[in-house]
């Protein structure tokens, strides 16, 4: 299968700069696989499609505030701390990376903390650089204070202070993603109070949303493309809870691909039923057509960029021939892409 058939015209305008007023008044695609039909509303419409019995799988990890700007040489620098190594040790990206190479010094918020480039082969493998903040405390306790969010590359302004709450999922519990799962960001607490209402059951998982997520395909046979890892945990009581849901008939829905990942990673089918397999580790699964899903009913989703992973997940879901037929209807009624963008909901 080639990249190029995973491809598709985006106007650069609908790529959405900030959020709408309210998280659940986005729009709602809402794709049928049964009928292959399309219908459209608004986010909190998404009530309306729920049973009793069935079950939101939803990824609770939180974005930390990772985005650094500092100085090095007297020349302004930008930075993400992309993966703790150790109390104060970070692999990072830096912008312009030329100004930092190792025994090179970084300052932050007016000289208040320091950090020292290392030299790290590891790191230089990856294409990113070590550095070491030079103090007692963990620079983690002063990320809120310091640090901003590491909004995505296609979002094109610098984060503002009301990203902070908006670029965050209202359930978010487990820091330690750099990209938010966007597709739960449309959610509120009076929608998930109407959820528990209906006895629809809340249940979460954790994949910490890396670098790879942005990362483009560089290859044009998919199957040759190397998929990027991310950490994920599954407690045994989710899968306890995920199980019972099946078993009793109701539908999963995984909000989000990154909680996909998870039930993919996670799920096995037994004779005459799912079976999840609690614990924590790296996935780097990787979901195109024509693959056969295991644990996901519902799939939740915001629109992805063209020949990525991403679209090719939700294309195995629904089938590339639908898939594609809906991104051209979304483009034509102009609504929002990508992680401030609209919703779509794959029945």
Not at 203 to 225: A, N, R, W, Y
Not at 296 to 322: Q, S, W, Y
Request: some cysteine; glycine content about 6%.
């Amino acid at each position: 299968m080639h990249i190029s058939e995973f491809d598709y015209d985006l106007p650069q305008e609908l790529i959405a700069q900030y959020p709408v007023q309210r998280r659940d008044q986005s729009r709602l695609f809402i794709v049928d696989r049964a009928t292959g039909k399309f219908t459209h509303g608004r986010f909190d419409d998404i009530v309306s499609l729920l049973r009793t019995g069935d079950a939101l799988v939803v990824n609770d990890a939180q974005v930390k505030p990772v985005r650094l700007t500092g100085l090095a040489a007297e020349k302004p620098v930008d930075v993400l701390l992309v993966k703790r190594c150790a109390k104060n040790r970070y692999f990072i990206k830096v912008k312009p990376g030329k100004k930092v190479r190792p025994g090179a010094v970084i300052t932050f918020a007016n000289g208040t903390y320091r950090a020292i480039c290392r030299e790290s082969s590891e790191a230089f493998a990856q294409k990113m650089k070590l550095i070491e903040f030079q103090q007692d405390q963990d620079i983690e306790d002063h990320l809120n204070d310091i640090g901003m969010m590491p909004l995505p590359p296609y979002i094109k302004r610098p984060p503002e202070k009301e990203d902070h709450h908006r670029y965050q999922t209202v359930y978010a519990r487990a820091p330690g993603a750099i990209a938010a799962p966007t597709a739960g960001l449309h959610f509120t607490q009076e929608i998930l109070s109407a959820c528990a209402a209906m006895k629809v059951e809340q249940i979460s998982v954790t994949l910490d949303v890396g670098l790879g997520t942005f990362e483009p395909m560089k290859v044009e046979t998919i199957t040759d493309h190397v998929m990027h890892s991310e950490h994920y945990h599954l407690s045994p009581s989710s899968a306890q809870r995920i199980e019972s849901v099946r078993d009793r008939g109701g539908r999963i829905w995984a909000v989000g691909t990154t909680a996909c990942r998870v039930l993919e990673t996670c799920g096995r089918i037994e004779p005459g039923r799912l079976a999840m397999r609690p614990g924590e580790g790296d996935t780097d699964i990787f979901i195109y057509p024509p693959y056969a899903f295991k644990a996901v009913d519902v799939l939740v989703t915001n629109f992805h960029f063209p020949r990525t992973t991403l679209l090719m997940l939700i294309c195995a879901f629904a089938g590339k021939e639908l898939i594609m037929r809906a991104y051209a209807e979304a483009v034509r009624l102009k609504y929002r892409f990508y992680s401030y963008g609209d919703c779509m909901v794959i029945l």
